[in-house]
Each structure stands twice: as C-alpha cells, then as structure tokens.
C-alpha cells in the first residue's frame, strides 16, 4: 500500500529538470524526453532540446561543432549563464559606494531631472538643458540602503534565470532598453524638477519579459503575477517613488519580450532587435517631445 501510493504521489507531481533537480519544469527535450529547465533549453526546429542532445548531433549528417547550443530566444548557452547580471549588480553596487563617498553633489550631478536650478541661484540643468546622459546615468543611482538592497536582490531573482532563458546580448538589450524607457516617461510626466533614480524601471522590465516568457513555456503564471501585484501596490502606494520610471519599464520590457521569446526563427535577430530600436525610437520621440515643452 506504501509503495502504491508512492507511486500515486509520483505520477502527480511536478517533473524536475534533468540537470538541475531543485527546478520544476513543464518542458522536455523532444529528442530524449528529458525534462529540461529554461536555462538547459535549446531552441529546435521544433521545440527544444537538451544541451546533451545538440551535442551529439542533429541526425542529419551535420557535425556536432556546426550546431551550437541556443537559448530559448536564440542567444548562444553559456557557461555562466548570470554572468551579466552579477556585472550589473556590481555596477550598481559599486556606484552606490561612490554616491555614499562623495554625496548629494554627485548623485544630483547624474539622476533624472528634466529642468531646475539644482543650486540656488545656479543655472538650469536638466535633461531639457542638453544633459541627456541624465536618462542613462539615473538608472544606476540608489536613494539608500533599503532601495538598492530591494533593488538588486529583485534583479537577482528575477535577471538571472532571465539572462538564463535569453542569452547575454538579448538580455543586456532588453535590460536597458526597459531602463531607458522608463526614464523617458518619467522625463515626459513628471514635474520639471522632480529628481528620480534607481534600477526600478529595467528591473520592471524583466518582469514584464519574465511574465512572458513563463506564458510562452507554459509555466504556471501566478508566483510572477502576484509579484509583479505587489510591487505596483508598492508603486502606486508608497510615497516618494517614481511610478513612471516603473510602468514605462513595464511596458517596454513586455513589449520587447514578446519579441525575443516569439519572433520566428528565420527571422529571429531582425525581429527581435528591430524591436528594441523601435522602443528607442519611441524613448527619443517621448524625449524630444518634452524637451520641446520645457524650452
């Protein structure tokens, strides 16, 4: 009876990938019938396959060398897989050591501000006064230890499968083109002289991209929907945090996620990075439209 139920208990749960057990997963290899995760995901003809199977061959007579593993959105599976979130996480890091070293004279030199007198009686600076590096350079400044330990342990959780299932250029794209456009919708509703910074809006935008890509593998959506709930609660409730840089990184990074995870394979790059420079066409638009408004 022990045994029986064992059984019972088996054939219901979830299976695990292969290669990482500690990962549930509904996906498996269509050569082998492995369960694979996203990270050990790679894109087939049809459907995916293990990084053993690519290995050995795809049965066509090709060398094992002419086929190189890819990710689920076509980028090429690495050794270290969360390799450029770690470089993100310590640019952040890094920068906020300087923020703490050098003060409020160096983080109000490089947040977001569209347009004011930062000192009494000094000039205009801002975005509108030419200084468009601000839309860049705010999205790695931190208002205090809490923001940037939320912040980057948000980045940890959720970039680094991410990075995983989209390979480093794709998702090195997708990080700032998120960050960019939530910087241009602050810059464009905003008060003038209303500063912002933070991570906030390329973090959203790998939420955003992560919901998508959960929908495309068939994964069960609400763990990543109640997260995503909660942190715009945090957003629209919480004083003091800029929900624009937010919902504009949403957007953009659902907008070019489904990108990256459906884009047809024979047209995968133009597709998928023809997206992200329609989104930085969009950002530049938002930008000249509110610099035009200011001056």
Not at 3 to 23: G, I, L
Not at 113 to 128: D, K, S, T, W
Not at 204 to 218: C, H, Q
Request: charged share 15%.
């Amino acid at each position: 009876m022990d045994h029986a139920a064992d059984r019972t208990h088996d054939a219901r749960s979830v299976p695990v990938c292969y290669r990482h057990p500690d990962r549930e997963t509904g996906v498996h290899c269509t050569r082998c019938e492995r369960p694979i995760c996203p990270e050990c995901m790679v894109s087939a003809s049809v459907g995916f396959q293990c990084p053993e199977c690519v290995r050995a061959g795809s049965g066509t007579g090709h060398s094992p060398a002419s086929s190189r593993p890819r990710t689920v959105a076509g980028g090429t599976v690495t050794a270290d897989p969360r390799l450029v979130t770690k470089i993100l996480i310590g640019i952040n890091l890094a920068i906020y050591l300087v923020q703490m070293a050098m003060g409020d004279s160096f983080t109000d030199r490089f947040d977001l501000v569209a347009r004011a007198h930062l000192v009494p009686f000094g000039a205009l600076e801002g975005v509108a006064e030419g200084q468009y590096y601000r839309l860049l350079t705010s999205m790695f400044l931190h208002g205090g230890y809490v923001h940037i330990l939320f912040n980057m342990l948000s980045l940890w959780w959720i970039g680094g499968p991410l990075e995983a299932a989209l390979g480093r250029a794709r998702y090195l794209a997708l990080y700032f083109v998120s960050g960019l456009a939530g910087s241009a919708l602050s810059y464009l509703i905003a008060a003038p002289n209303q500063p912002s910074l933070g991570a906030s809006g390329a973090i959203f935008g790998l939420f955003g991209a992560t919901a998508v890509l959960m929908r495309r593998l068939n994964y069960d959506m609400r763990p990543v929907i109640a997260l995503l709930v909660i942190n715009l609660i945090i957003t629209f409730g919480w004083g003091g945090i800029a929900w624009q840089a937010h919902i504009g990184g949403l957007v953009a990074g659902v907008v070019t996620g489904y990108a990256m995870v459906h884009a047809p394979r024979e047209r995968r790059s133009l597709i998928q990075y023809g997206t992200c420079a329609l989104v930085l066409a969009v950002v530049v638009v938002l930008v000249l439209v509110r610099t035009a408004q200011l001056t």
